[in-house]
């Protein structure tokens, strides 16, 4: 089992930053493919970037290419997620997500969720 606990949400205005942070415990974080995904207020979840387990693998969705950054650090078990020049479309419970299969990751059906943490950017 992985539990999987994000932070850093919060409210920012247009053009500002935030921080997403997940922690693991349960299991070394370094055998997981790792992802982030969000679901805005009346929309189903959506894939927001996933790394590998060595970092030489990094995918982000077209609507955050540029502005996110995902990162590891499985010394600390721990996930980031870097959202810089967030939009009020970014707005949206950001989930953090966990797989040894890199496919069930991409593909949105990771074994372990975490609970999320909102990001509210106001206009």
């Known amino acids: 089992q992985v539990q999987l606990v994000e932070s850093g949400g919060g409210l920012v205005q247009a053009g500002g930053s935030l921080r997403l942070s997940c922690a693991a415990s349960?299991?070394?974080?370094?055998?997981?493919?790792m992802g982030w995904f969000r679901q805005a207020p009346g929309k189903e979840r959506e894939f927001v970037a996933h790394i590998m387990r060595s970092d030489d693998n990094i995918y982000y969705a077209d609507s955050v290419k540029g502005r996110f950054t995902i990162s590891r650090d499985n010394a600390k078990d721990t996930v980031y997620l870097q959202m810089n020049s967030l939009k009020p479309e970014d707005t949206a419970v950001y989930y953090c997500?966990?797989?040894?299969?890199?496919?069930?990751?991409?593909?949105?059906?990771?074994?372990?969720w975490g609970q999320g943490t909102r990001v509210t950017v106001s206009s």
């Open positions: 349960g299991r070394t974080l370094s055998a997981y493919v």
């Open positions: 997500a966990a797989d040894r299969r890199s496919n069930y990751v991409t593909e949105g059906r990771p074994a372990y």
